[in-house]
């Protein structure tokens, strides 16, 4: 989590991953407990691992990329996952 | 390698608590297990050749497949992501799972991060192990390197490179069977696994409860652990420090198939393909299979052909216009049009929808439109992975009910069907739909479709609402866009048409008796003149009209057709079509319905759907006539 306290302290927030932009590279802060959880760390989504959104559908669906493979997230699911954006130009 | 044969392991303890399912067999068992969309299909269909068993996993619903090669019982499992009690699906492959002799785990070499977690867990539960690592011809495409050698060293298990598609190493099957053989298990969960031992009975479901599986715990009366979390996460680490090592990624190309997958999801392009796509299968499905072939197979092989030919097979022996002439060849009898209709009208039908599906899913095409459609669907209470039996209701309600097995809870089982019975019609019933509004021009057709579509939406919504609870969210990992292989494709849908024939035609010779007695006993008269007032004052249709709608119990299509004879404003067209499109479906359906959702609900929509429809269409009528 240093990483992410770095990006923190640049003033990055944290935002749900239906408001993050299409193309952008996100840190996966914090994902609710519940059923979903589980499943999203067998697909190897956990806190603190980076991914790619290639598609955000009006309404909030989105598909994120990670390792050449895409998962669909529903609306429902994407607004309860925090995320935060990663910049290259600070790394 | 004689000394890692596979031979059948001592059964007591599964013997004992009576898995369901697997006849204790002296066949040693191999599994098939994998990622969805890995190939594990094509595995399978090579060892087992044409003689397979499809059937029902007892106490789910999920088909599985079962064949023979050499001495081994070969099973394909439903694709996992993990051995768990998540879903139906996981249920089927954990049973097979812990049954196997041997495990094939099918790895897609190309995500290989992804499928190592099962493959961890299948190691971890002390089962014997051969990893065939799949579309190797993929990987070098992509410039990937994916180092086998270190990678069987690392888990312990033998690996071999596969093609699936191409057949490619498949010659080393025989060797993978043999050579299956436990690999590294965690050392602190192999532990671990050792105190439960003595509760359980074996390894693998000491792993499972120790993963807080509930199901196993209870079946040994064991408290279930409540570490789940903490090994799924210390395996996906452990998973990620072996991808460190055996692969290496050269620089990355982007694919076609990917650029076209993109397209699918992306909301500008993505909806003109799914335009496009349906426009394919209709022209498919609804055009060449439902009016050309059916024409031919109903009129020719049913009518001309079948028909005449069983009636005159018992005639010698039962009068035609006796009760039980009535019954099995009158004009409702179940040797002559149950017949006609299972095997001549509804059989192309169902093989040529199955087969679109096929492609569909195949191609990697149907979680992609699921992902696009899936907030729209969230509005009616459903996630994008409902539009497969929302799809195939317009091929065959009754098939598409069955279908809403596969749906993630109850509440959205219970609004699919319920939107499926009330407001999507069926292809037998488009047919006379559009035959009739096409006579009765663009504004009897805007009028229906509107009208028709607003009630799905308001009934969506309300089910929505009322029932409470929540969505479960989409959650799926899109599959690479794909060329599907015609065998695969050949495969599926001649299992899929082949079960659904076998668990619904007994409801269609069950409706057809029904609706004979009825006609015998003269119920049928009665339900019709009870419906006429209605027809005639709220609907302001001709009394005839009445019988059309009562038809429309039997057979969707009959109650369409039943409208052709009758002398029709292009209002009362819209009205009589409105009618016949909301209330009941097929008796089949409801029948279906009946055992898939239970007495109770099943008669809560089918009441319902005669008010809805006398309701809106009532309402037409006041403001149409």
Redesign the interface.
């Known amino acids: 989590m240093i990483l992410l306290d770095k990006y923190m302290a640049a003033g990055r927030g944290v935002l749900p991953l239906d408001s993050a932009a299409k193309g952008s590279r996100l840190l996966i802060v914090e994902i609710p407990p519940g ?10 989504i ?1 806190e603190g691992e980076a991914v790619r959104v ?2 955000r ?5 989105v ?1 994120i990329e990670k ?12 607004r309860t996952l925090l995320v935060a954006p990663i910049r290259f130009d600070h790394a | 390698m004689h000394s890692h044969a596979v031979k059948r392991a001592p059964r007591e303890h599964v013997e004992k608590h009576n898995h369901p399912g697997l006849a204790p067999a002296a066949r040693p068992i191999v599994a098939l297990v994998g990622n969805p969309n890995v190939g594990k299909s094509l595995v399978f269909n090579y060892l087992s050749g044409m003689y397979v068993d499809v059937s029902n996993y007892p106490g789910t619903t999920i088909e599985f497949t079962q064949g023979r090669y050499k001495e081994f019982d070969v099973f394909d499992t439903p694709g996992v992501y993990g051995i768990g009690s998540f879903s139906d699906e996981e249920n089927v492959t954990r049973e097979i799972v812990l049954q196997a002799d041997a495990v094939l785990n099918v790895v897609d070499a190309v995500h290989i991060e992804r499928d190592l977690f099962l493959t961890m867990q299948l190691i971890d539960m002390g089962k014997k192990v051969s990893v065939l690592l799949n579309f190797m011809d993929e990987v070098e495409a992509l410039g990937l390197q994916v180092d086998a050698e270190l990678l069987s060293q690392t888990l312990g298990v033998p690996v071999f490179r596969t093609t699936a598609t191409k057949r490619r190493g498949f010659d080393r099957l025989d060797e993978a069977i043999e050579q299956a053989r436990r690999g590294r298990q965690d050392a602190a969960l192999h532990h671990k696994l050792h105190a439960m031992l003595a509760a359980v009975g074996s390894e693998a479901e000491a792993l499972l409860v120790l993963e807080g599986n509930e199901t196993i715990a209870a079946r040994h009366a064991v408290a279930s652990g409540t570490e789940r979390e903490a090994i799924a996460i210390d395996r996906r680490n452990r998973v990620n420090r072996i991808i460190d090592v055996v692969l290496i990624e050269h620089e990355g190309r982007a694919r076609l198939s990917a650029t076209i997958g993109h397209w699918a999801i992306n909301p500008w392009s993505g909806v003109p393909m799914l335009v496009a796509a349906l426009y394919l299968i209709y022209l498919f499905v609804g055009r060449l299979v439902a009016q050309d072939l059916v024409k031919f197979t109903e009129v020719k092989l049913g009518q001309e052909l079948w028909e005449p030919w069983v009636r005159g097979l018992v005639a010698p022996y039962i009068v035609p216009s006796s009760w039980l002439g009535t019954l099995l060849v009158g004009e409702f009898g179940i040797a002559t049009m149950t017949v006609t209709y299972l095997l001549f009208l509804l059989l192309p039908l169902v093989v040529a929808f199955y087969a679109a599906l096929a492609l569909m899913e195949d191609s990697g095409y149907l979680p992609r439109l699921a992902t696009l459609v899936d907030r729209a669907l969230n509005a009616v209470g459903l996630n994008g992975g409902a539009v497969i039996p929302l799809i195939l209701g317009f091929g065959c309600v009754t098939m598409a009910t069955i279908t809403t097995r596969m749906l993630g809870s109850e509440r959205e089982k219970r609004i699919a069907v319920a939107i499926l019975q009330f407001a999507v019609p069926c292809s037998a019933q488009l047919a006379v739909v559009a035959a009739l509004l096409s006579g009765a021009g663009f504004a009897a057709m805007t009028i229906y479709s509107i009208t028709i579509f607003a009630t799905f939406v308001a009934l969506g919504t309300v089910l929505e609402r009322v029932l409470g609870g929540e969505t479960t969210p989409l959650l799926i990992d899109l599959p690479p866009m794909r060329l599907p292989r015609l065998d695969n494709v050949i495969r599926k849908t001649a299992y899929r048409s082949y079960y659904f024939m076998k668990e619904a035609s007994s409801w269609f010779f069950l409706g057809a008796l029904g609706v004979g007695v009825m006609q015998i006993t003269g119920l049928l008269d009665v339900w019709q003149d009870l419906l006429a007032p209605v027809t005639t004052g709220w609907l302001q249709l001709p009394r005839a009209a009445s019988r059309a709608f009562v038809m429309g119990m039997v057979r969707r299509d009959f109650g369409a057709a039943g409208l052709y004879q009758l002398p029709l404003s292009a209002p009362q067209i819209v009205v009589a079509l409105v009618t016949i499109t909301l209330f009941t479906p097929c008796i089949a359906s409801v029948m279906v319905m009946v055992k898939e959702r239970g007495l109770k609900e099943a008669a809560i929509v089918w009441s319902g759907t005669w008010i809805v429809a006398f309701i809106v269409a009532g309402l037409l009528s006041q403001l149409l006539i």
Do not use: K, Y
């Open positions: 059923r979903s959880r589980m499943q999203l760390i067998r697909l190897g956990l290639i598609e559908m009006p309404g909030g669906t598909v390792n050449r493979r895409e998962i669909a997230i529903g609306a429902v699911l994407a």
